[in-house]
Nanobody, 122 residues
Framework: VQLVESGGGLVQAGGSLRISCVAS????????MAWFRQAPGKGLEWVSE????????YYADSVKGRFTISRDNAKSTLYLQMNSLKPEDTALYYC????????????????WGQGTQVTVSS
């Protein structure tokens, strides 16, 4: 199983960015998928998750109303649309595959991508 993120970059505060995660080597549409992030000097933070069918989504309070998670199972791709970005959103963003019923804990996810850097300037 391989997860590969892309789409990160440098954006000004208030701007938007969409990051993607392409999965290979598994039947992706049966798994919950999630985005986590890690800011410099801080721990891993759960950002959002989406169930296998794409009809249930969950968000951390810090991004609710600004970020939208989605997936295209036909393309084995997970997305995170990030709007109204803030400097505190600066982090390395990871996608992860969930093990059954999942939540915000890292141990509930078995495969991780290498991360894509998002930097928001003030």
């Amino acid at each position: 199983v391989q997860l590969v993120e892309s789409g990160g970059g440098l954006v000004q505060a208030g701007g938007s960015l969409r990051i993607s995660c392409v999965a290979s080597g598994h039947t992706g549409d049966i798994y919950t998928m999630a985005w986590f992030r890690q800011a410099p000097g801080k721990g891993l933070e759960w950002v959002s998750e989406i169930n296998s069918g794409g009809n249930n989504t969950y968000y951390a309070d810090s991004v609710k109303g600004r970020f939208t998670i989605s997936r295209d199972n036909a393309k084995s791709t997970l997305y995170l649309q990030m709007n109204s970005l803030k400097p505190e959103d600066t982090a390395l963003y990871y996608c992860a595959r969930g093990l059954g019923e999942t939540g915000p804990e890292a141990y509930e996810y078995d495969y991780w991508g290498q991360g894509t850097q998002v930097t928001v300037s003030s």
